[in-house]
Nanobody, 126 residues
Framework: VQLQASGGGLVQAGGSLSLSCAAS????????YGWFRQAPGKEREFVAA????????RYGDSVKGRFTISRNNAKNTVALLMNSLKSEDTAEYYC????????????????????WGQGTQVTVSS
């Protein structure tokens, strides 16, 4: 599975940004997906995840209520809508996927994921 993240950029605090992760068509519907981020000098942090069927989602505590993850199985994409951005959201954002046997499970730790895309930089100016 190849993953291509895009949509990063520079935004002012309080603004919004939408990231997209394009996945190769093969087995897209058999994978669950997640977003992680890593700021300089910090460990990789879980941001959001979505199950195979799209019905179950999970969010990191720092983004709950502000970020929304979704998937479009027809377009083989996973989106991360980020609202009310803060300076502490500045980081490199990565999408990841894993083959999931069950339709409803979500994975929240990095070591559960098999495939990773390159990062896309998000910078929030205060």
């Amino acid at each position: 599975v190849q993953l291509q993240a895009s949509g990063g950029g520079l935004v002012q605090a309080g603004g919004s940004l939408s990231l997209s992760c394009a996945a190769s068509k093969r087995n897209f519907n058999q994978h669950s997906y997640g977003w992680f981020r890593q700021a300089p000098g910090k460990e990789r942090e879980f941001v959001a995840a979505i199950s195979r069927n799209g019905y179950n989602t999970r969010y990191g505590d720092s983004v709950k209520g502000r970020f929304t993850i979704s998937r479009n199985n027809a377009k083989n994409t996973v989106a991360l809508l980020m609202n009310s951005l803060k300076s502490e959201d500045t980081a490199e954002y990565y999408c990841a996927s894993v083959y999931a046997r069950r339709m409803e499970t979500v994975q929240v730790t990095a070591n559960e994921y098999q495939f990773w895309g390159q990062g896309t930089q998000v910078t929030v100016s205060s």
